[in-house]
């Protein structure tokens, strides 16, 4: 099964390719996109090394990692972020979506709508049984696109790991299939 490109009204979600690396480094190379992510802001340098991981992320095979997606305005043909779902644990149909966006296109819904087209994929294509996200609980943004997907949620971890150095607080989102199917994330 090919689950590329996605389309929704307003945006192309597609694989990477190499020629994405600078528009990609231009927002993950922010303090700003980094601060709340497991990684430093990211060279040009390290997006050429990732692109290819991010390539093979195409859902196919039980060795897949997930699906990455480079996340592109149509009206424009700009790469504005980029959304992966994870699975997880296969046999129990278990995901985990997350996304990075360029902040100057924050603020519009585009994270919402390429979220939520990665969330059908995850449920009504790939078969997930649970998709899960997760945030550090400052991160208003994150958490604010969580809900609006209509994700519920489940855990606030406080003081549980060190984070850039500093004592962090985690909140966990869900989303069951059956509560897919009854409401297609939508809020």
Not at 146 to 170: N, S, T, V, Y
Request: charged content about 25%; overall charge negative; some cysteine.
């Amino acid at each position: 099964m090919n689950f590329f490109p996605l389309e929704t009204e307003r945006l192309t979600l597609r694989r990477f390719e190499p020629t994405d690396a600078e528009a990609a480094a231009a927002y993950q190379g922010l303090a700003e996109v980094a601060r709340y992510c497991m990684w430093e802001p990211r060279s040009l340098e390290r997006v050429r090394e990732l692109i290819p991981r991010w390539i093979a992320m195409d859902g196919q095979g039980q060795d897949s990692e997930g699906l990455q997606y480079a996340v592109i305005l149509r009206a424009s043909g700009a790469l504005i972020g980029d959304v992966v779902l994870m699975l997880e644990d296969r046999a129990a149909r278990q995901g985990q979506i997350g996304y990075v966006m360029n902040p100057v296109f924050q603020g519009q819904g585009y994270t919402t709508e390429a979220a939520r087209a990665v969330m059908a994929i995850g449920f009504e294509a790939v078969g997930l049984h649970r998709i899960s996200a997760r945030c550090d609980a400052r991160n208003a943004g994150s958490w604010r696109v969580m809900e609006k997907l209509g994700m519920r949620r489940e855990a606030h971890f406080r003081e549980h790991a060190i984070f850039k150095g500093e004592w962090d607080q985690e909140f966990v989102y869900a989303m069951l299939e059956d509560e897919w199917r009854a409401g297609r994330g939508a809020n």
